[in-house]
């Protein structure tokens, strides 16, 4: 059973930064291709960020130059650092997982397997 476990939300003002960690068990890492998405209330799930098994990088246009996503393969583990955070970041996030043998793409939430319980993202203006 693979299981995702996300953390590292919070409050934080406009122009601040949050990284978000996401561990995953169950499943052999580096057969995991990993995506983080958010959900705004009342709002459809969107993608925000994908990394293949060997590191390759995928952003929705929204985030670019502001948002990082990494994997540590030995821990585990993929990250997201968010940076110049504005308002319309918040969101809940949410860590998914899908085989790294999938030739699906990484920015729809259909194509996951695996999803985290979320975690929430507020940022003050």
């Known amino acids: 059973q693979v299981q995702l476990v996300e953390s590292g939300g919070g409050l934080v003002q406009a122009g601040g930064s949050l990284r978000l960690s996401c561990a995953v068990s169950g499943r052999t890492f580096t057969t995991l291709a990993m995506g983080w998405f958010r959900q705004a209330r009342g709002q459809e799930r969107e993608f925000v960020a994908g990394?293949?098994?060997?590191?390759?990088?995928f952003y929705a246009d929204s985030v670019k130059g502001r948002f990082t996503i990494s994997r540590d393969n030995v821990r585990n583990t993929v990250f997201l650092q968010m940076n110049s955070l504005v308002p319309e970041d918040t969101a809940a996030y949410y860590c998914a997982a899908r085989s790294s043998f999938s030739p699906a793409r990484f920015d729809l939430p259909r194509d996951y397997t695996y999803w985290g319980q979320g975690t929430q993202v507020t940022v003050s203006s």
């Open positions: 990394i293949s098994w060997n590191g390759g990088t």
